[in-house]
């Protein structure tokens, strides 16, 4: 029995009170940290290593050093990137940096947006920086007869205003043991990831219930830039009942006025009209970055 087996048995022998009890515990130590992380924040530092967050010694390694700190080159992510830092500790680490700036829209993680190719593909924007990760099935088993890549690993670009700092081919970053074992977990039907700490358009767009929740809360953003989704409102009125054009220039102005959603105005005005919506990422939300086939 190979080490997946193993995982995968383990899995499925949980019982549902394990699960819970397991989530709730990772749910308390995933909030802690981010507490840690926003509080170390908040002082300009790095909650990892303590130092302030423009700090470099090419000695003392730590993820905020995909932050640019002052004197960095791209030679030293070569020895760096050659350990296992860890995927998901890392994802998660630009995914708190993207929320703690703009919640939600700084994060494209849309399986519908993702490459057929790979089995995970994120872009995630803090500033003027701009991380995308993904890796596809020859990067999990290796790309074989390389050389410096026949082993687990995963791909990064980052730009910085735009420009490429590291590109996805300059590395191939080993996955961790533990990386492996969640990337297994994954594949299982019944296991679901949230980012509940910083969640991202994947979250809103394509969980109903989240969905549901921030529509309830949703007020119209002051201009475009600062929108996290968009939605797109087809109106149909009952056979007989038109809606007249001066009805929907107050309704606008009313929405202008008190934030509050067309859509929403709408139906509070015309409860009998039928309102379809369609939702689809702001246009400030960043592009998902692929990598291009050699
Ligand atoms: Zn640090
Ligand atoms: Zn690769």
Same mark, same amino acid.
């Given at each position: 029995?190979? #080490?997946?087996?193993?995982?995968?048995?383990?899995?499925?022998?949980?019982?549902?009170?394990?699960? +819970?009890?397991?989530?709730?515990? +990772?749910?308390?130590?995933?909030?802690?940290?981010?507490?840690?992380?926003?509080?170390?924040?908040?002082?300009?530092?790095?909650?990892?290593?303590?130092?302030?967050?423009?700090?470099?010694?090419?000695?003392?390694?730590?993820?905020?050093?995909?932050?640019?700190? $002052?004197?960095?080159?791209?030679?030293?992510?070569?020895?760096?990137?050659?350990?296992?830092?860890?995927?998901?500790?890392?994802?998660?680490?630009? =995914?708190?940096?993207?929320?703690?700036?703009?919640?939600? =829209?700084?994060?494209?993680?849309? #399986? $519908?947006? !993702?490459?057929?190719?790979?089995?995970?593909?994120?872009? *995630?924007?803090?500033?003027?920086?701009?991380?995308?990760?993904?890796?596809?099935?020859?990067?999990?088993?290796?790309?074989?007869?390389?050389? @410096?890549?026949?082993?687990?690993?995963?791909?990064?670009?980052?730009?910085?205003?735009?420009?490429?700092?590291?590109?996805? @081919?300059?590395?191939?970053?080993?996955?961790?043991?533990?990386?492996?074992?969640?990337?297994?977990?994954?594949?299982?039907?019944? &296991?679901?990831? +949230?980012?509940? +700490?910083?969640?991202?358009?994947?979250? *809103?767009?394509?969980?109903?219930?989240?969905?549901?929740? *921030?529509?309830?809360?949703?007020?119209?953003?002051?201009?475009?830039?600062?929108?996290?989704?968009?939605?797109? !409102?087809?109106?149909?009125?009952?056979?007989?009942?038109?809606?007249?054009?001066?009805?929907?220039?107050?309704?606008?102005?009313?929405? =202008?006025?008190?934030?509050? !959603? &067309?859509?929403?105005?709408? #139906?509070?005005?015309?409860?009998?009209?039928?309102?379809?919506?369609?939702?689809?990422?702001?246009?400030? &939300?960043?592009?998902?970055?692929?990598?291009?086939?050699?």
């Amino acid at each position: 029995m190979n #080490k997946f087996e193993d995982i995968k048995n383990f899995i499925n022998n949980l019982t549902p009170e394990e699960i +819970q009890e397991g989530n709730r515990e +990772q749910e308390t130590e995933n909030k802690r940290l981010y507490l840690e992380f926003q509080e170390a924040y908040s002082k300009g530092c790095c909650s990892l290593c303590g130092m302030k967050l423009d700090y470099f010694s090419p000695d003392e390694t730590c993820f905020h050093w995909f932050l640019k700190p $002052s004197g960095i080159k791209k030679k030293y992510f070569k020895e760096y990137l050659s350990e296992d830092i860890g995927f998901f500790k890392l994802e998660s680490y630009f =995914r708190w940096l993207a929320h703690i700036e703009k919640p939600f =829209r700084n994060i494209n993680d849309l #399986k $519908s947006e !993702t490459t057929e190719s790979k089995l995970l593909e994120t872009t *995630i924007k803090y500033k003027n920086i701009e991380w995308s990760l993904n890796y596809g099935k020859s990067d999990l088993e290796g790309h074989k007869n390389s050389k @410096n890549a026949n082993f687990p690993h995963f791909h990064l670009q980052m730009l910085v205003d735009g420009l490429p700092f590291i590109r996805f @081919n300059d590395f191939h970053i080993p996955f961790s043991k533990e990386d492996l074992f969640n990337i297994e977990l994954l594949k299982e039907e019944n &296991v679901l990831f +949230q980012n509940s +700490q910083a969640p991202g358009m994947t979250d *809103i767009l394509e969980n109903p219930e989240m969905l549901e929740k *921030i529509d309830e809360h949703l007020t119209v953003a002051e201009n475009e830039e600062d929108a996290s989704v968009h939605f797109g !409102t087809m109106i149909k009125m009952p056979e007989g009942k038109t809606m007249s054009g001066d009805k929907i220039a107050e309704i606008i102005e009313e929405s =202008r006025r008190t934030k509050k !959603t &067309v859509r929403h105005l709408m #139906k509070e005005h015309f409860p009998e009209a039928n309102i379809v919506s369609e939702v689809t990422p702001a246009d400030g &939300v960043p592009e998902k970055k692929k990598r291009k086939k050699r």
